[in-house]
T-cell receptor, first 113, second 115 residues
Framework: AQKITQTQPGMFVQEKEAVTLDCTYD???????LFWYKQPSSGEMIFLIY??????QNATEGRYSLNFQKARKSANLVISASQLGDSAMYFC??????????FGKGTMLLVSP | DTGVSQDPRHKITKRGQNVTFRCDPI?????LYWYRQTLGQGPEFLTY????????KSRLLSDRFSAERPKGSFSTLEIQRTEQGDSAMYLC?????????????FGSGTRLTVV
């Protein structure tokens, strides 16, 4: 079975600063994928970034980067230069083996001016 | 292709009534997933289809829930004899293969309120 743990219920950051959202995972599969999604108040789940378990380099997508530490089973999301529009729920998720996505409980990010 | 669409966006129903939701995936995606998300929680897997075959069902999918994807295109999720505990956001997603680097594309969800 897979498990995702997000220990930060809420995070505050000032506009233009960087913020790190924590995610740890647990799986016995050697092949897995890690995802981050953003969910604004409208409810849609917006795909942000993906990291495969065999990828040697950390994934980056614009202002988003994934700090992948395989030995520690962590996949933290780093958002650089936060914007007001970044305020939303953020979910870490994993797909391992032939399983479907397993989500964490999420972190609410609030960006202040 | 405009992505995954779900209908309706909101549904309010009385306890005991039946409701049906529809999901239209991205046309070239062969996998379709249903998730349920309650307030303050992450989405929880309900079931998924590969083409028209329903390959996996979660323990969360009680006998009152049924999902279909008759022609391997759109899917419906029906809840019979709704209960207040069914109030949640129902999310549909689609993917090509196992998702992987291309991710799973989610719809905007159907928010169900049972009164």
């Amino acid at each position: 079975a897979q498990k995702i743990t997000q220990t930060q219920p809420g995070m505050f950051v000032q506009e233009k600063e960087a913020v790190t959202l924590d995610c740890t995972y647990d799986t016995s599969d050697q092949s897995y994928g890690l995802f981050w999604y953003k969910q604004p108040s409208s409810g849609e789940m917006i795909f942000l970034i993906y990291q495969g378990s065999y990828d040697e380099q950390n994934a980056t997508e614009g202002r988003y980067s994934l700090n992948f530490q395989k030995a520690r089973k962590s996949a933290n999301l780093v958002i650089s230069a936060s914007q007001l529009g970044d305020s939303a729920m953020y979910f870490c998720a994993m797909s391992a083996g032939y399983s479907t996505l397993t989500f964490g409980k999420g972190t609410m990010l609030l960006v202040s001016p | 292709d405009t992505g995954v669409s779900q209908d309706p966006r909101h549904k309010i129903t009385k306890r005991g009534q039946n409701v049906t939701f529809r999901c239209d995936p991205i046309s070239e995606h062969n996998r379709l997933y249903w998730y349920r998300q309650t307030l303050g929680q992450g989405p929880e897997f309900l079931t998924y289809f590969q083409n028209e075959a329903q390959l996996e069902k979660s323990r969360l999918l009680s006998d009152r829930f049924s999902a279909e994807r008759p022609k391997g295109s759109f899917s419906t999720l029906e809840i019979q004899r709704t209960e207040q505990g069914d109030s949640a956001m129902y999310l549909c997603a689609s993917s090509s293969g196992q998702g992987g680097i291309y991710g799973y594309t989610f719809g905007s969800g159907t928010r169900l309120t049972v009164v």
